[in-house]
């Protein structure tokens, strides 16, 4: 009797289990056709872009699911476009300068509010967040009448500037979360192995809190390159334009102020958006890890 | 190397915790010294501040006579075992070794040469490539040991280091640890909440309760003379028997009868007071089963309710004739230590006798035992204290 017991409220888990198992492998049909409704929902759109941009102008209004007559012009076109170019540049250096400082500053704050015990420290956690929720559009003008007045407007670090206040907090919620998971412990032996504080944080905290950088630095670098209403309120010439902004000028510019140029907007658009397509498919999962640590736990 | 010496230190968390209290320790270079207490007692507090990683609120710490309260923990040359072991999870085994080697900046040859004698004495060869997450609980905990070893510091602290392994690879690796500190040599405080492991690791023992230190000495020491009833009730297992006695005409008399008062006692109760009750406190093996062999001693007759043949022993339990032992020092014991629960009642309430394997008594049977009158201790129920001036080096009460 005794050992026969034991066997029987197992049997229901596994019968219940197994039912479970088969929704999950995703089988059904119905489900199948949500998933490619879906896909095909989300990237259509995309799908449009490209192929606009590889017809010739003469095309751009023929209704067609593709190209009548495909061509790679505008993309040797855009390139010979010197706000594309410049905007690329200034692209890169603002989205990456922003990225570094806001990983930087960041992880010393988030390390403060997960390890340090001081007064309003979760105030100061929902103040930082609450940053967040301001529009920027309600921010755009005040920036610009400063920046005027401090002679920043139209140079990447009034860009940057900005930028880090809108990607910091994110920054330091994700880390905060991702430090707070590091045993105490392991600082406290790095010190008693002859560490200082920094060492220890930087040996022990810092390549254990990685993910939660990258990830943290990944989000920061698509803000940082997507960001379209700052850029076009601060900056004026391709001194200081980004991409999204450049782009967003190329009717005044490249079509002499009247044609509209969209198979060059649409080239330039499929252009920018491949570094984050690789971007984001190379750290999905650490992105995914990312936002959600500190969120099971609890 | 390095003699290790607490005065007068207090602990006052920012919460206003008393988590240690007045605490006066003298640990001589090269000593294998035990701190043992029920958890909460304040171990981790006191070793942490050795350690430099809590700050200490009242007193000194000296290292070789110098006082370091203020000293980083890296400058104190000190190293730890933490009970989580606290490995660095991104880095390999050889990794871990060299740390503490890397940070003091030695050259490379030194620490290659440093972690692998380490590696060998503690057996992971075989395995410095490897993270800690692919290791098994005893590999870990030798990691963690080598970590402390490998750069030969001033003194060893280790917080519980031996509590995550599994009762087999506890003692064993027990033993190891004992081995390696005669070998090495170097001071050394151990910090664990088993008595077991107290008793049979440390050169002293200093029991903790409270935050307060409560006696320290060698564990035979403690064993024969504890302090006060806190001591007696954690040191030994099982614990010892708490009697209600009362003290009269050089008798102890109790409910189940009367024990003669011998000569080591009868000097040492001059200043008692005649009928003064007392608790009267008797190991285990204080009892023996007047059946099998002929002596001398008072002989009491109980009914026995529980036997436990452990093989090379015999557990008989009883109840005491009357209510039991009453007194503040025995509900704290009974509260504090989790005494009460290990022994499913309180201790006063059952008794306990440790008999020869070849005894025959039977549960539910009356049995006749003897009290080995050399084996006896006083307690003033008000104080918890002992009634013997513990300092002086008693010739009885030792453990047979
Ligand atoms: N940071 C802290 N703040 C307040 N109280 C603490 C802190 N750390 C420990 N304590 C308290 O101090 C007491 C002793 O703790 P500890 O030294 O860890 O005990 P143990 O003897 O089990 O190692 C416990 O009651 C604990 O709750
Ligand atoms: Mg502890």
Redo the contacts with the bound molecule.
Sequence with gaps: MSTVAPARPASPEVAERSPKKRKGQGTSPVLWIGVVFVVLFCLFPFYWLVQISLRTSQDIGVAALYPPNPTLSNYSDVFQNDDFVAGLRNSAIVATVTTLLSVLVGSFAAYALARLRFRGKFTILALILSVTTFPPIAIALPIFQLWTDLGLNNTLIGLIIPYLTFALPLTTYILTSFFREIPRDLEEAALVDGATRFQAFRKVVVPLAAPGMATAGILTFIFAWNEYLLAITLTTSKAARTVPAAIGNFNDTAGGGYAQPVGLIAAASVLISIPLIILVLAFQKRIVAGLTAGAVKG | MARIELRGIH?R???G?H??KDLNLDIPDGEFMI?V????????????MIAGL?GISEGELLLDGEVVNELEPKDRDISMVFQSYALYPHMTVRQNLAFPLRIAGRPKDEIETRVNEAAAVLQLSDHLDRKPANLSGGQRQRVAMGRAIVRSPRAFLM??PLSNLDAKLRVQTRTELARLQRRLGTTTVY?T?DQTEAMTLGDRVAV?NA?ELQQVGTPRDLYAHPRNIFVAGFIGSPAMNFIAAELQGGEIRTARGDLPVNDWWRERLTGASPNQSVILGIRPEGFSDAALEEGTGPEFDVEIEVVESMGSDLFAYFSPESTGARSQSLDDLAQQSGLGDATASRPGEQLVARLDPMSRVAVGQHARLRIDTSHIALFDPETGLSLADHESTAPTLTSA
């Excluded at chain 2, 207490?37 to 006191?46: I, N, Q």
Aim: negative net charge; contains cysteine.
């Design positions: 602990k968390y920012a919460d915790f988590a240690v701190f207490g029920p958890s909460g007692c304040g171990k981790s507090t006191a070793l942490r809590e917080d519980e910090v909440h903790l935050g």
